[in-house]
C-alpha cells in the first residue's frame, strides 16, 4: 500500500508527534462531539475526544449516513493490540467485535450480502505489514458481528482471500497464480496465470473482473484489470498505485495514486484517492491534501459515499496504530484538505467538502446490511470458541 520501504526513523513513529500530525491540518474543520471518536495512539485504544462545535454541513453529513449500515475496520484496542471494530457511518455505536487476547486480527471483508467477514489473523504483537498483509496469519472467516469464528486455513494459506460476488467462492493470489475456491468445501474450481498481479485482489460485485496491484506493461505499482473468464489484463491506472476496490457498479476502480509527474512544490509526493473506470479512462481525483497519504479507498454498497485513511506517513500506518479515517459524499470530488493551495490550483472545481472525521483505524469496509451488533451491553461481542474447517 505504499510506495517503497517505511523507513523508521528514530522520532518519525513517536505517538505525540502522531498525535500532532493528527490534530494539526489534518481536519480543520470542527469535529461532531457525539458521534465522532478518536484514537488515543499513545495510549493504545479508542476514546472519545472533546471537540469543538461541528460545522453545519458536517453535521449534516452524520446524520445522512447515520442510519445506513455498518463499516468494520481494525484498530488498536486500549490492550495495544489490533481487534476489529463495527461502527455506525457517523462513527457512532462503535464496538470491538473480536476482543482476542492472543491475536491481532486486520482487514477485515464483508460478504456481498452483508451477513459473514474475512480477516487475516495473526500472532499477538505481530506487526502488520502494510504491503504483505494478504500473506500473514490464518484466514479467519465469522458471522459479521464478528462471533462464531472460523479458522479456515493454515498461516500464510488463502493469500490475499476475496469474496466472490455471490459469497460461495472466494479468489486467492498466490505465487503459482490466482486459484478460485469453493467456500463449503474448499475444491479449487479453477487456476488463472497471475500477469503481473502480486498483491490487494478484489473481485467485482457482478463477478466479470479482478483488480489489483500489478507490475504491468514495465510499469510498478499499477492498478489493473482481468477479465475473469479470458484471463485478458489491461491497465486502470498510471504508475504509482495501489490499494483498490470496485465500486458496486463493477465499472469502476477506486484507489490510491501518487502522480510521479507532479513537482514537489506543485503537490507531488503526496498520495490521493483517485477514481477510474475499469477500462482506465475518465480517471479523476477525489481527495488529496498536503502532507498527507490518502489509502483504504473503499465506497458504501451504492457507491455514493467514500470512506479513507489520512496519513502523515506514506504507507497507511499498519505497522504502528492506522490512521484517522474519514467520509465523503462521492457528489462532492473532487475535495482539496486544508492548507493545500498546489493542489487547489490543480482541481480548480474542488470543494472543501464536507468530510466527516472518523476513528483512527485501517482498511474499513462498509455494508447496507444490519450486523447484529447489539449482542454484549458491554460494548464488545463476546468471544466465542473457535471452530477449524476440515
Known amino acids: 500500500m505504499g510506495f517503497g520501504v517505511m523507513l523508521l526513523v528514530s522520532g518519525v513513529l513517536e505517538p505525540e508527534r502522531v498525535r500532532a500530525g493528527r490534530r494539526i491540518g489534518l481536519f480543520t474543520r470542527s469535529i461532531p462531539v457525539v458521534t465522532i471518536l478518536f484514537a488515543c495512539l499513545g495510549a493504545g485504544g479508542i476514546g472519545r475526544a472533546a471537540e469543538p462545535p461541528p460545522a453545519q454541513d458536517v453535521v449534516e453529513l452524520a446524520e445522512e449516513v447515520r442510519g445506513k449500515g455498518w463499516i468494520v475496520f481494525g484498530a488498536r484496542s486500549k490492550e495495544k493490540d489490533w481487534d476489529l471494530y ?29 451477513t459473514r467477514l474475512l480477516y487475516r489473523r495473526l500472532p499477538r504483537g505481530s506487526i502488520i505489514s502494510h504491503d504483505l498483509w494478504g500473506f500473514q496469519g490464518n484466514l479467519i472467516m465469522a458471522n459479521a458481528d464478528g462471533s462464531e469464528p472460523v479458522v479456515y486455513g493454515e498461516k500464510g494459506q488463502y493469500p490475499w482471500a476475496c469474496w466472490g460476488p455471490e459469497g460461495k467462492r472466494i479468489a486467492c493470489l498466490t505465487r503459482q497464480g ?34 489489483g496491484t500489478a507490475n504491468y506493461l514495465g510499469q510498478q505499482w499499477t492498478i489493473a484489470r482481468m477479465n475473469v473468464g479470458t ?20 465499472r469502476r476502480v477506486i484507489f490510491a495514486h501518487n502522480p510521479k509527474d507532479v513537482e514537489p512544490k506543485e503537490g507531488g509526493g503526496w498520495t490521493q484517492l483517485w477514481v477510474a473506470n475499469g477500462d482506465g479512462t475518465n480517471r479523476q481525483a477525489i481527495y488529496a491534501q498536503r502532507a498527507r497519504h490518502v489509502y483504504g479507498g473503499a465506497t458504501s454498497p451504492d457507491g455514493k459515499y467514500v470512506l479513507m485513511t ?8 499498519s505497522e504502528w496504530s492506522g490512521a484517522p479515517m474519514a467520509l465523503m459524499r462521492m457528489s462532492d470530488a473532487p475535495v482539496v484538505g486544508p492548507q493545500s493551495r498546489a493542489f487547489r490550483e490543480m482541481y480548480h472545481d474542488a470543494k472543501e467538502g464536507p468530510l466527516l472525521p472518523l476513528p483512527t483505524g485501517w482498511e474499513p469496509h462498509w455494508t447496507y446490511a444490519e450486523a447484529n451488533a447489539e449482542r454484549s451491553k458491554s460494548g464488545h461481542v463476546e468471544r466465542s470458541k473457535d471452530r477449524n474447517v476440515k
Open 231 to 250: 484471463g485478458e489484463v489491461n491497465a486502470v491506472s498510471e504508475a504509482w498505485a495501489c490499494t483498490p476496490d470496485w465500486l458496486a457498479d463493477s
Open 86 to 114: 463495527l461502527m455506525r457511518p457517523d462513527g457512532s455505536g462503535l464496538r470491538n467485535i473480536t476482543n482476542t487476547p492472543d491475536y491481532a486480527e486486520a482487514a477485515p471483508r464483508f460478504s456481498p450480502d452483508g
Open 310 to 317: 489520512i496519513s502523515v506517513i506514506d504507507g497507511g500506518l
Open 178 to 211: 490466482i486459484e478460485i475456491v469453493e467456500v463449503a468445501t474448499k475444491r479449487l474450481l479453477r487456476k488463472l496465470k497471475r500477469k503481473g498481479f502480486y498483491q490487494q485482489l478484489f473481485w467485482s460485485p457482478d463477478g466479470k473482473w479482478f483488480c
